[in-house]
């Protein structure tokens, strides 16, 4: 099979990339770096010539409404059209759990790529999936302020992001059905914990606090929301077994 990834250089699509090589599928990365600019739609025709199917795990780190959707939509819409014209027989989504509970900020991007992907003239797979054990890292950078780490009161399912990469790529292969069963990792956490195992695996010295707001996003996170229901896919690695590899290793 002939797949492209959009977003192949990031932390699922490069596992995607890997594994679908790996199965004996030919596989291209949709970049910068290959000629390929999502958000303008240069090179994506082209690139998409013989493709069979189109795995799309391209991100943007805005946690702004909306940019999130205008990214988003921006996106998904230059896949689906030119996916259509080419002749691309499956686009496969990944999205988040809970995106319809919480639709603000970035989840407000997820929700409107969703909607495009269900409505659209190219027949789909939308995997969703919890946070990736990277994320307790990302926060960990992003939100430190001097000795200080803020963090959001957050339930969490973390999953290991190869396990995401995995179940997109059977996807791929299985063809088009729709909302598959969300998939989460294995045990449930408080975000804060996972910070502070992570702060302590790299040798940072940090104090975590937790704080909240009012809303809907705020409430599905404090509340659990965003973890999977009953009948969902659970990955293997539990968040423990990944902090004992190396964070860096691709």
Same mark, same amino acid.
């Given at each position: 099979?002939?797949?492209?990834?959009?977003? #192949?250089?990031?932390?699922?699509?490069?596992?995607?990339?890997?594994?679908?090589?790996?199965?004996?599928?030919?596989?291209? *990365?949709? *970049?910068?770096?290959?000629?390929?600019?999502?958000?303008? @739609? !240069?090179?994506?025709?082209?690139?998409?010539? @013989?493709? !069979?199917?189109?795995? !799309?795990?391209?991100?943007?780190?805005?946690?702004?409404?909306?940019?999130?959707?205008? /990214? /988003?939509?921006?996106?998904?819409?230059?896949? $689906?059209?030119?996916?259509?014209?080419?002749?691309?027989?499956?686009?496969?989504?990944?999205?988040?759990?809970?995106?319809?509970?919480?639709?603000?900020?970035?989840?407000? &991007?997820?929700?409107?790529?969703?909607?495009?992907?269900?409505? *659209?003239?190219?027949?789909?797979?939308?995997?969703?999936?919890?946070? /990736?054990?990277? /994320?307790? #890292?990302?926060?960990?950078?992003? *939100?430190?302020? #001097?000795?200080?780490?803020?963090?959001?009161?957050?339930?969490?399912?973390?999953?290991?992001?190869?396990?995401?990469?995995?179940?997109?790529?059977?996807?791929?292969?299985?063809?088009?059905?729709?909302?598959?069963?969300?998939?989460?990792?294995?045990?449930?956490?408080?975000?804060?914990?996972?910070?502070?195992?992570?702060?302590?695996?790299?040798?940072?010295?940090?104090?975590?606090?937790?704080?909240?707001?009012?809303?809907?996003?705020?409430?599905?996170?404090?509340?659990?929301?965003?973890?999977?229901?009953? &009948?969902?896919?659970?990955?293997?690695?539990?968040?423990?077994?990944? $902090?004992?590899?190396?964070?860096?290793?691709?």
């Amino acid at each position: 099979m002939n797949i492209a990834v959009a977003g #192949g250089t990031g932390t699922v699509g490069r596992h995607v990339v890997s594994i679908a090589r790996a199965r004996g599928h030919h596989v291209i *990365s949709l *970049s910068r770096a290959a000629g390929v600019d999502l958000v303008s @739609g !240069d090179g994506l025709a082209q690139a998409l010539n @013989g493709v !069979d199917a189109v795995i !799309d795990v391209a991100n943007t780190s805005t946690l702004n409404g909306k940019k999130s959707v205008e /990214f /988003f939509t921006t996106v998904t819409g230059n896949l $689906l059209r030119q996916e259509k014209a080419a002749g691309v027989r499956h686009h496969v989504a990944l999205s988040i759990v809970g995106t319809e509970k919480a639709a603000a900020g970035y989840y407000a &991007g997820k929700l409107a790529q969703e909607t495009l992907v269900s409505k *659209s003239d190219v027949p789909w797979t939308i995997l969703r999936a919890t946070q /990736f054990h990277e /994320f307790a #890292g990302q926060m960990l950078r992003r *939100s430190s302020v #001097g000795p200080l780490v803020l963090v959001p009161r957050m339930v969490t399912q973390p999953v290991a992001a190869r396990e995401v990469a995995e179940a997109l790529v059977e996807a791929a292969e299985a063809g088009p059905r729709g909302r598959i069963p969300d998939l989460g990792g294995p045990e449930r956490k408080q975000l804060a914990e996972l910070v502070r195992a992570v702060a302590q695996k790299e040798g940072r010295k940090r104090r975590v606090i937790e704080f909240t707001a009012p809303g809907p996003l705020w409430r599905s996170m404090r509340n659990g929301s965003l973890v999977p229901e009953a &009948g969902a896919a659970v990955g293997r690695q539990t968040f423990s077994d990944w $902090l004992k590899t190396d964070l860096n290793a691709p």
